[in-house]
């Protein structure tokens, strides 16, 4: 059976697309106009490196068996679909055509599958031991998230590095590091079965015989894509310093020793709320695999690109840590650095009008 699945957000947004074009499913991409023509004329080129080939191949949507289009989100018709995506930035959601789109997805009752960083507050409602009220601060507008039932939410940890070359075309995406997507099922059981059958499709691809990396895994605990929070306190938010953007490698290979106290610290604090220690990952392979990592994080280039609002992955850690009387100095220091650059773009925003 082929679904449906609209996907909001058509940069990262397109490699979940590509696999679910190899898989033989239909997705539509909300984007910005010029992205929309571009992606209707041409469709979308992912550049992807398969185990054991030297160099990456490039995948391209037109010669996929499912079907690809692109619109504007005051163009989607939600009832068509069968399950939603969300892959834009967390601020980006405060954009009036988009917020508008997500009402009409919350009326509609549509299945939600979010692959943001930023775990929108509907699926950490599905928490007991976290109050999300005290924790609205932390987005850009959290208002946006207030139709949507929890039990229709989902999380799936955005893994796998990618990011669009300034050189290509709005419509490629590179990924440096072809990890999977862990999404947590979702609470009802049809809605379950939607991600698992998506998860098998996914697993069955292949290039001239050869497997395909990045996979869709599910897994029955909440807590699963929690694990990434570890990865982007520790290495992400740190690629931002008060004197410029660094790679995550140099953000977590200059000083290792305060690299693993953070790592180690935001683990504790999941498994503390529920998670299981063998759904983490250890450290050791996190550092190994940031030595790969020789740009900045997306949160490190909107920062020093003038931006004035970012997912706040840091600050909601540091919240829920609060929430259960933990804390940790290195984390704070950390968070006071970045709300220093974001509150300078803002003064610098002001000044121009």
């Known amino acids: 059976m082929a679904y449906r699945v609209l996907i909001l957000g058509a940069s990262y947004g397109s490699l979940l697309s590509t696999k679910l074009l190899m898989s033989g499913h239909h997705v539509t991409l909300v984007c910005l106009p010029e992205e929309a023509d571009l992606i209707n004329r041409e469709g979308t080129i992912v550049r992807l490196k398969l185990r054991n080939e030297p160099e990456p191949r490039l995948i391209h949507s037109q010669i996929q068996p499912g079907k690809l289009d692109a619109c504007g989100p005051d163009e989607a018709e939600v009832e068509n679909y069968d399950l939603v995506a969300l892959a834009m930035q967390e601020p980006q959601y405060s954009a009036p055509p988009v917020s508008a789109l997500l009402n009409q997805i919350a009326k509609a009752k549509k299945p939600c599958l979010s692959i943001m960083n930023m775990p929108p507050l509907p699926y950490l409602k599905r928490i007991d031991q976290i109050d999300t009220t005290a924790l609205e601060e932390c987005y850009t507008?959290?208002?946006?998230?207030?139709?949507?039932?929890?039990?229709?939410?989902?999380?799936?940890?955005?893994?796998?590095?990618?990011?669009?070359?300034?050189?290509e075309g709005l419509n490629f995406l590179h990924v440096g590091l072809p990890t999977n997507f862990k999404a947590a099922a979702f609470p009802r059981a049809a809605d379950a079965g939607i991600l698992e059958t998506l998860e098998r499709d996914i697993a069955d691809i292949r290039l001239d015989g050869n497997d395909v990396p990045v996979k869709l895994r599910v897994y029955g605990s909440v807590f699963v894509p929690m694990a990434k929070w570890s990865m982007l306190l520790t290495g992400n938010y740190r690629a931002i310093t008060r004197g410029g953007p660094r790679s995550i490698k140099d953000a977590v290979h200059s000083d290792l020793e305060k690299s693993q106290k953070i790592y180690r610290w935001v683990d504790q604090m999941v498994q503390e709320l529920g998670a299981d220690l063998v759904d983490q990952v250890p450290f050791e392979k996190y550092s190994n695999a940031t030595l790969s990592l020789l740009n900045p994080?997306?949160?490190?280039?909107?920062?020093?690109?003038?931006?004035?609002?970012?997912?706040?992955?840091?600050?909601l850690v540091q919240h829920i840590g609060r929430q259960m009387g933990r804390s940790l100095a290195e984390i704070d220091e950390n968070i006071a650095i970045v709300d220093e650059k974001l509150a300078e773009n803002r003064i610098s925003e002001q000044d121009k009008t």
């Open 141 to 167: 507008n959290p208002s946006v998230w207030d139709a949507f039932n929890p039990d229709l939410f989902s999380l799936c940890s955005p893994d796998p590095q990618a990011f669009r070359p300034p050189e």
């Open 297 to 315: 994080s997306s949160a490190a280039r909107a920062v020093f690109s003038g931006a004035k609002n970012i997912e706040r992955v840091d600050k």
